[in-house]
């Protein structure tokens, strides 16, 4: 089962919703493969949702280096991109890409 769109903390840690395409609206490579890109996370206790099946190609941030839940692509060009996960009680979905871009100097 999967969470809320949206995050309780700062850099989205806690997110274990079912969003699995970028900012830019590419889709993400799923957690336990390798292709097209190398994945180095292949830990599972450091996703919230335990297994490496079960966060499957969803956005996740699963040792909060980045500054917010993102993911691998299957764009061969793209490696990684972040995705717009607003923070939980926060402002509407538009306001939260601003916000968002904001916070990650864009």
Do not use: M
């Amino acid at each position: 089962e999967y969470g809320p769109e949206c995050t309780n903390t700062s850099l989205g840690a806690d997110y274990y919703g079912n969003t699995s395409v970028t900012i830019t609206g590419k889709i993400c490579q799923h957690w336990a493969y390798d292709r097209p890109h190398q994945n180095s996370y292949k830990d599972a206790e450091k996703f919230p949702d335990k297994t490496l099946r079960d966060a499957a190609n969803h956005c996740r941030n699963p040792d909060s280096s980045r500054k917010a839940p993102w993911c691998y692509t299957i764009d061969e060009v793209v490696e990684w991109e972040y995705c717009n996960i607003p923070p939980c009680g926060g402002p509407g979905e538009l306001q939260s890409i601003v916000l968002f871009a904001d916070k990650l100097d864009l």
